[in-house]
T-cell receptor, first 114, second 115 residues
Framework: AQSVAQPEDQVNVAEGNPLTVKCTYSVSGNPYLFWYVQYPNRGLQFLLKYITGDNLVKGSYGFEAEFNKSQTSFHLKKPSALVSDSALYFCAVSYAGNNRKLIWGLGTSLAVNP | NAGVTQTPKFQVLKTGQSMTLQCAQDMNHEYMSWYRQDPGMGLRLIHYSVGAGITDQGEVPNGYNVSRSTTEDFPLRLLSAAPSQTSVYFC??????????????FGAGSRLTVL
C-alpha cells in the first residue's frame, strides 16, 4: 500500500540552529515528492518538490530536501532556522502511475524558539 | 491574481441543514480538489475534478457532492450536515502536467462547525 510517514509530531529547534523534518514513503513506481507548509489559520503553500535528477532539491525560504532512494526518505532541511519558520509541515507523494492523487503525511509541527 | 478563493471562511450549521462551500480559481487550472483537515488526521481528499464535467471520488466522499460546470468553479455541497463533518475544508487546484507532478495551490480554508 502507498503511504507517507512523518515520524515526529513536533520538532523543536533554537533559532539559528539547523533543522530537519523527516519524511519516509512507500510507493510502487517512481515517486514524486513534495513539501508543503501551513502557517496558522492559512492554507498550505508549496515549498519544493522532487521529480527526478539531483537528489538535493532547493525550494522557497531557504529550505532544501534530500531524496534518498535506498532509504525511501525525503527529509526537509534548513541550515539556520528562523522563528518565522514555525509552522506545520506536510510531506506528500504521488507516483508516476497516478499523479492526480497525493498521499499525505500527517504533518510535523515545527517550533523555532528565540 | 486572486489564486484560489473559498467562501465562506466560517460557517455554523445545525445537524441536517444543507450548504455549499464555494471554490473559484482564476489560473485556468484543469485540476481542482477538496480536502478536509482534522486534528491528527492530516489532509484527506474528498472529491476531485480533472476538467469541466468530470468529477471523481477521493478517500472520504460520503456526505458530500460536487459538480464542475466551468473550469473556474468547483463547489462542495453538504446535503444533510452531520457533526462528523465539523472540519476545516480546503480547495486546491493545479495544472495537469503530462508525465509531471502537480503543484497544488490552496485556498485559505473554510471552517465549518456542525452542531
Amino acid at each position: 500500500a502507498q503511504s507517507v510517514a512523518q515520524p515526529e509530531d513536533q520538532v523543536n529547534v533554537a533559532e539559528g540552529n539547523p533543522l530537519t523534518v523527516k519524511c519516509t514513503y512507500s510507493v510502487s513506481g517512481n515517486p514524486y515528492l513534495f513539501w508543503y507548509v501551513q502557517y496558522p489559520n492559512r492554507g498550505l503553500q508549496f515549498l519544493l518538490k522532487y521529480i527526478t535528477g539531483d537528489n538535493l532539491v532547493k525550494g522557497s525560504y531557504g529550505f532544501e530536501a534530500e531524496f534518498n532512494k535506498s532509504q525511501t526518505s525525503f527529509h526537509l532541511k534548513k541550515p539556520s532556522a528562523l522563528v518565522s519558520d514555525s509552522a506545520l509541515y506536510f510531506c506528500a507523494v504521488s507516483y508516476a502511475g497516478n499523479n492526480r492523487k497525493l498521499i499525505w503525511g500527517l504533518g510535523t509541527s515545527l517550533a523555532v524558539n528565540p | 491574481n486572486a489564486g484560489v478563493t473559498q467562501t465562506p471562511k466560517f460557517q455554523v450549521l445545525k445537524t441536517g441543514q444543507s450548504m455549499t462551500l464555494q471554490c473559484a480559481q482564476d489560473m485556468n487550472h484543469e485540476y481542482m480538489s477538496w480536502y478536509r483537515q482534522d486534528p491528527g488526521m492530516g489532509l484527506r481528499l474528498i472529491h476531485y475534478s480533472v476538467g469541466a464535467g468530470i468529477t471523481d471520488q477521493g478517500e472520504v466522499p460520503n456526505g458530500y457532492n460536487v459538480s464542475r460546470s466551468t473550469t473556474e468553479d468547483f463547489p462542495l455541497r453538504l446535503l444533510s450536515a452531520a457533526p462528523s463533518q465539523t472540519s476545516v475544508y480546503f480547495c486546491a487546484s493545479s495544472y495537469l502536467q503530462s508525465g509531471g507532478a502537480n503543484v497544488l495551490t490552496f485556498g485559505a480554508g473554510s471552517r465549518l462547525t456542525v452542531l
